[in-house]
T-cell receptor
């Protein structure tokens, strides 16, 4: 069974204080790992897709990396507007219907 | 690109009535659409997967007669909650992906409150 575990559950940072969110996964052949951002009362917003170990992607203050067992979302010099819940999800190669398995998310709060 | 809309964003209804939620892909053809349910402080729970022109595949424990899903075109899927009860109150979110695209793009969600 595919499993995704995100840590920490919640993270409070001061503005400008860089940190990383972790996503550990167990999957029978990874087709893709996805990062989303979700604001309260809204649907998830797509951030990154990673396909193979060693791959990295960047967008503004965010950088996602991937190994064979986990992914990190690095946040450099965060701003209050980066406050949100960050969700990690995996899609297995043998998944029927391309369903995603989500982690429980990391709730990030950035204080000014 | 890859914009998904949902309508309505909010709905309040009486117990026993049916509610229809629409999910549209605005700038791409969605060969597959997904319906999720999310409770407060929890992650997304997949309810069903639908491919255009085919019957939806429901996850274990989801009543297909209660949550009717139709995916009649490449840009529209609907979820109908039949005979809604207070326990059906939740945040419903759809997502869509196109052919040969692995990424699911999500709609803004629909908040359902059943009185």
């Amino acid at each position: 069974e595919d499993q995704v575990t995100q840590s920490p559950e919640a993270l409070r940072l001061q503005e400008g204080e860089s940190s990383s969110l972790n996503c550990s996964y167990t999957v029978s052949g990874l087709r893709g790992l996805f990062w989303y951002r979700q604001d309260p009362g809204k649907g998830p917003e797509f951030l990154f897709t990673l396909y193979s170990a060693g791959e990295e992607k960047e967008k503004e203050r965010l950088k996602a990396t991937l190994t064979k067992k986990e992914s990190f979302l690095h946040i450099t010099a965060p701003k209050p507007e980066d406050s949100a819940t960050y969700l990690c999800a995996v899609q297995a190669e043998e998944t029927s219907g391309s369903r995603l398995t989500f982690g429980e998310g990391t709730q990030l709060t950035v204080n000014p | 690109g890859a914009v998904v809309s949902q309508h309505p964003s909010w709905v309040i209804c009486k117990s026993g009535t049916s509610v229809k939620i629409e999910c549209r892909s605005l700038d791409f053809q969605a060969t597959t659409m997904f319906w999720y349910r999310q409770f407060p402080k929890q992650s997304l729970m997949l309810m069903a997967t639908s491919n255009e022109g085919s019957k939806a595949t429901y996850e274990q424990g989801v009543e297909k007669d209660k949550f009717l899903i139709n995916h009649a075109s490449l840009t529209l899927s609907t979820l109908t909650v039949t005979s809604a009860h207070p326990e059906d109150s939740s945040f419903y979110i759809c997502s869509a992906r196109g052919l040969a695209i692995q990424t699911q793009y999500f709609g803004p969600g629909t908040r359902l409150l059943v009185l």
